[in-house]
């Protein structure tokens, strides 16, 4: 009896080893993270406060909204829009991505002043966005595929236990060597993220500042990113945020992004 009772616990204890290893695997970490972070719900709808903080503490405001629909399973199609109420100098301007698995996203920026529809060229996905210190990438997300991802350690952050994981860009030609992201281990949200330069110096930090539950979903409504060289910050604030609104197609064309219906922006 003994001894089956030592069999039976050190399969249990084999088991659950086995299982904790799978959890653990970087790969599957970072696709929960990105499940969790960016594909929450069928669709998604936010009114958004960017603040543009200088060196010196001038501060700039942007006011949007941002739609998001999903086509399948994490990792896949989806679709942003996003129209900008103030200040006057992006006032009616509309962001539109169309992001794929395994290939670069299309991007479209209309630009009232001119009545212009510009196709953003994917070298330009890491340029910033309207001024901020967050990227045109950054807005939909990178595809897992462009990096390796490896436990760097693990550790506590803010109180919560956390998968620290290094993703390495695959591509030369990025502007930082790697990433180090602090992913909780339960809701698998990333709450911090650190970006090294070529030199393998800090430059820029990501932090989850606010976290909320919205229809079941734990959200983050608050963010910043830090560009530590330029003394510059972005801080986003998501206001009335929904899910599972019924987003139509027809929303994401070139007609809308001229004159978007008040319905989804308002």
């Not at 620290?164 to 930082?176: C, F, G, L, Q």
């Not at 970006?195 to 393998?200: H, T």
């Not at 899910?243 to 070139?254: A, R, T």
Request: hydrophobic content about 35%; charged content about 30%.
């Amino acid at each position: 009896m003994k001894r089956s009772l030592i069999i039976v616990v050190s399969i249990m204890v084999s088991l659950a080893i086995v299982g904790s290893s799978f959890a653990a695997t970087p790969d599957e970490i970072m696709k929960k993270s990105q499940a969790a972070f960016l594909y929450q719900g069928k669709d998604f709808k936010s009114r958004v406060m960017m603040k543009l903080v200088s060196k010196g503490g001038q501060e700039r405001i942007r006011e949007m909204t941002m739609l998001r629909k999903n086509y399948g399973l994490p990792g896949g199609e989806q679709k942003y829009f996003i129209y900008f109420f103030q200040p006057a100098d992006v006032k009616d301007m509309t962001f539109m991505v169309y992001k794929y698995p395994g290939k670069d996203a299309d991007r479209w920026l209309f630009i009232p002043a001119i009545s212009m529809v510009r196709r953003i060229a994917a070298k330009d996905k890491y340029s910033s966005f309207v001024g901020s210190d967050f990227t045109y990438e950054d807005v939909s997300g990178r595809n897992l595929e462009d990096d390796n991802h490896s436990i760097a350690k693990e550790e506590k952050y803010n109180g919560k236990d956390c998968f620290v994981v290094k993703s390495t860009p695959k591509a030369a030609d990025m502007e930082y060597r790697y990433k180090l992201s602090w992913i909780e281990k339960t809701g698998f949200l990333p709450l911090k993220e650190e970006y090294y330069d070529k030199r393998g110096e800090i430059y820029k930090v990501f932090t989850a500042d606010e976290l909320k539950d919205v229809k079941g979903f734990p959200t983050i409504t608050k963010r910043t990113m830090k560009n530590l060289q330029s003394s510059h910050m972005t801080e986003v604030t998501y206001l009335k945020v929904d899910y599972n609104i019924g987003i139509e197609d027809s929303l994401f064309s070139e007609r809308f992004l001229k004159q978007p219906p008040k319905k989804w922006i308002e």
